[in-house]
């Protein structure tokens, strides 16, 4: 974890006087999240398990008296200018170095469809969510915009609304077609707990995680850093949308193993849907083996997990292969209970679930990653964390 002074809370903070002068109104974060299984089946209405993360985007903010709306990132070390919120739906994108803070004007742009009027803002951000790895940086940014803004303005935006607000955001203004799972995680997550989420219902259960002495989650960073806006996931979605309709049903969710069987898909399409359908399959099975705390079931269905995202889904790739294969290797005996790559894919992170017991593993498993690579890992120690929040000023760092 890093120190108090270098938190995104504390940086959030130092930002905001730095570019703007004194103390914001509001200081709030939100989390970044691991899914621990229900890869790609999100936006085919399917279950998801995944967890919030300690790691937070943090969002320092306040009226501002210039008739400006301003954001700053501390991590891009860019302002950005945004569009009258009341005109930004029918405002042109931003592109190139500026097109990061298109998702911050879809997110105002969402309190002003709500009704909201929204007044120039000055907003300073901070995150310790690495950017591109597989941990939902963008929904930790949307979210905690989203619970800034709320709380400046006193609107009764929170939860799953708050949530759905975000994911339009993401998908009307920073062009990814992603489902709700990565706001949701953010919006509600719970200390100690994965969230048992149904996608097409929307309805969420909290799901006991294995105490931090019993069982710990390590984030290994695969080196390969990703864009959901650089085509690849809107092209597997777009796939598992021709396979639904190849199948005659709305979602693949509506589909079970033996069904599509005995159909006759062109193969690529069977592939993309094989994985859907499994890994709505596993994940309630998952989260049967995580109440029981049966850990060595658990890594099993991390395992097939990771299997159809290689083969069937083709979103892993050789580094991620490289984690998951040494963790593997190193097994149960030696700590590394199971590993499967989190996220959409196409590089970033993958994740061990190891024994605490047995604290060497992660050593272990850097060292054997090195030498399959040629490069050395980054990896995270992870808890299950709590959704998004707004401080009260006794909290803010320094108080």
Not at 220 to 244: F, I
């Amino acid at each position: 974890m890093p120190d108090a002074a270098s938190t995104a809370l504390a940086r959030a903070l130092a930002a905001f006087a730095a570019r703007f002068g004194g103390r914001p109104a509001t200081l709030a974060r939100a989390p970044g999240r691991v899914n621990l299984c229900g890869e790609h089946v999100d936006y085919q209405d399917g279950l998801v398990l995944p967890i919030a993360i300690d790691r937070d985007c943090a969002v320092a903010l306040r009226p501002a008296s210039d008739g400006r709306w301003r954001i700053w990132s501390e991590d891009l070390r860019a302002f950005a200018e945004l569009a009258d919120p009341a005109a930004a739906d029918a405002a042109p994108r931003a592109t190139g170095g500026d097109a990061w803070g298109n998702l911050a004007r879809g997110v105002l742009a969402g309190f002003v469809r709500e009704g909201v009027r929204v007044p120039p803002l000055e907003i300073a951000v901070a995150s310790d969510v690495p950017m591109g790895a597989g941990l939902s940086s963008r929904a930790a940014f949307a979210v905690a915009v989203a619970t800034a803004v709320a709380d400046a303005l006193s609107a009764p935006l929170f939860g799953l609304p708050l949530a759905r607000l975000c994911q339009e955001a993401e998908q009307r203004f920073a062009g990814v077609p992603c489902g709700m799972m990565d706001q949701v995680t953010s919006a509600l997550g719970k200390a100690g707990h994965a969230l048992l989420i149904d996608c097409r219902s929307l309805d969420v259960r909290f799901v006991p995680f294995p105490p931090p002495e019993r069982a710990m989650l390590l984030v290994v960073d695969s080196g390969e850093h990703r864009s959901l806006a650089d085509g690849r996931y809107a092209e597997r979605r777009r796939e598992t949308e021709d396979a639904a309709r190849a199948a005659g049903v709305a979602m693949l969710r509506d589909l079970d193993e033996s069904a599509l069987r005995s159909m006759r898909l062109p193969q690529l399409l069977e592939r993309r849907a094989r994985h859907v359908v499994r890994e709505i399959q596993r994940v309630q099975l998952a989260a049967n083996a995580l109440r029981r705390e049966d850990l060595e079931l658990f890594g099993l269905f991390m395992a097939q997990g990771h299997q159809g995202l290689r083969d069937d889904f083709a979103v892993s790739t050789p580094a991620l292969d490289a984690i998951v294969d040494e963790a593997r290797a190193i097994g149960a005996a030696g700590g590394a209970g199971g590993a499967r790559m989190t996220g959409a894919g196409f590089g970033g992170c993958a994740i061990v679930l190891a024994d605490a017991a047995k604290p060497r593993v992660q050593e272990r498993l850097a060292a054997g990653v090195a030498r399959r690579t040629g490069r050395e890992p980054a990896i995270m120690r992870v808890t299950a964390a709590a959704g998004a929040s707004v401080l009260p000023p006794t909290r803010w760092p320094g108080a």
